[in-house]
């Protein structure tokens, strides 16, 4: 009889054992406390890691899906690259605003340059002799070359502007793509 026991025992222990098997399996709920840390369990032909939530501020373990996993690590590397697009813009939209600022500063010097020799042309007589028609054509040169830098520079400025809009524009679409990309991160870790 104690051989029937033990074996009735033994029997008793496995099925008891695949119980609790069962019970600890079907115990694990998507995005639920679980233990120990990276532990894998199956829920609907879904798997799934003990783990942190990456959409949760929480630092507990949850039951968390592959495809949350997966999807968080293409956001980080997804946000790693939008940083390095991002920085870049930015770089650009500060160089050109530097270049902008430059030509602005070499229209107000070219534009006083043109106002001031015009007003001293005014001081040349009407029947200047050979050495004023000279020095006449000179300044009105100068004249010429410095109305040239304000059309020159004016139509680098629209340019600028433009590049400044492009940076500033492709800027925003990496943050809202990125945005984007959170949103569906948090949509697959629900």
Known sequence: MSKKFST????????????????????AT???????????????????TCTKNPVSTSTKLVWVSAPCINANKSYLSAKSLADSVASSFEGRISSTTRLKATNERLIASAQKNVDTWSKNMLSYPKNPTETQKKQIATVQAGIDRNKQRVIDATANIVEL?????????????????????KTSLSTACK
């Open 30 to 48: 998507a995005y639920k406390a679980c233990k120990p840390a990276n532990a894998k369990a199956t829920i609907g032909k879904i798997s799934f």
């Open 161 to 181: 502007d433009a590049q400044i809009k492009e940076a500033t524009d492709g800027k925003a679409k990496t943050a809202a793509d990125l945005a984007s990309a």
């Open 8 to 27: 009735i025992s033994i029997a008793l222990l496995i099925v008891a054992g695949s119980i609790v098997g069962v019970s600890s399996a079907s115990a």
